[in-house]
T-cell receptor, first 109, second 112 residues
Framework: GENVEQHPSTLSVQEGDSAVIKCTYS??????FPWYKQELGKGPQLIID?????GEKKDQRIAVTLNKTAKHFSLHITETQPEDSAVYFC????????FGIGTKLQVIP | NAGVTQTPKFRVLKTGQSMTLLCAQD?????MYWYRQDPGMGLRLIHY???????AKGEVPDGYNVSRLKKQNFLLGLESAAPSQTSVYFC???????????FGQGTRLTVV
């Protein structure tokens, strides 16, 4: 089955700096890669996703890149703000979705 | 605009007791999922359903059963709770298997 590895497990950045979270996947058939943000005490919420026919997607301060050859994808958050502090999960999907273990991002004011 | 609603939000069970977690969605989604979330292990799929009357096993199905008698509801049952089932459980729904999944607020279950 699919295996998704996510790094780092924790990340602290100064407000205004950029944050990068990286994931690798094992199943070359995976074709959908969503990113979820989970705030304390809440369920995960989709923030951005990318499909295998696209190399990069951007939505305001958030961008995701996908390298199908290397089987890795990354989340980039620019100009970080304190409200970006949360746990971020990557996921890969072919027939079923597999999540990474999560990255706890702390943005220091 | 409720989205995905889970009941209950918190529960403490004794080992060997049974309980059912209810998930309800009002978005007319075909797909519904049950996950458990444990520290350092992310979200792991327990069971899922691709439509009313259907269920399938996920990554960690042992000790759990599910039913999808109505399209809007997905029930997760624990027949004989064990301390290893202490976790936060999330239900999610989606229109198809490769589109956004909408999550509920979670159920924190403690088995003592």
């Amino acid at each position: 089955g699919e295996n998704v590895e996510q790094h780092p497990s924790t990340l602290s950045v100064q407000e205004g700096d950029s944050a990068v979270i990286k994931c690798t996947y094992s199943d070359s058939a995976s074709n959908y890669f969503p990113w979820y943000k989970q705030e304390l005490g809440k369920g995960p919420q989709l923030i951005i996703d990318i499909r295998s026919n696209v190399g990069e997607k951007k939505d305001q301060r958030i961008a995701v890149t996908l390298n199908k050859t290397a089987k890795h994808f990354s989340l980039h958050i620019t100009e970080t703000q304190p409200e970006d502090s949360a746990v971020y999960f990557c996921a890969a999907l072919y027939q079923k979705v597999t999540f990474g273990i999560g990255t706890k991002l702390q943005v220091i004011p | 605009n409720a989205g995905v609603t889970q009941t209950p939000k918190f529960r403490v069970l004794k080992t060997g007791q049974s309980m059912t977690l209810l998930c309800a969605q009002d978005m007319n989604h075909e797909y519904m999922y049950w996950y458990r979330q444990d520290p350092g292990m992310g979200l792991r799929l327990i069971h899922y359903s691709v439509g009313e009357g259907t269920t399938a096993k996920g990554e960690v199905p042992d000790g759990y059963n599910v039913s999808r008698l109505k399209k809007q509801n997905f029930l997760l049952g624990l027949e004989s709770a064990a301390p290893s089932q202490t976790s936060v459980y999330f239900c999610a729904s989606g229109g198809t298997h490769n589109t956004e999944a909408f999550f509920g607020q979670g159920t924190r279950l403690t088995v003592v």
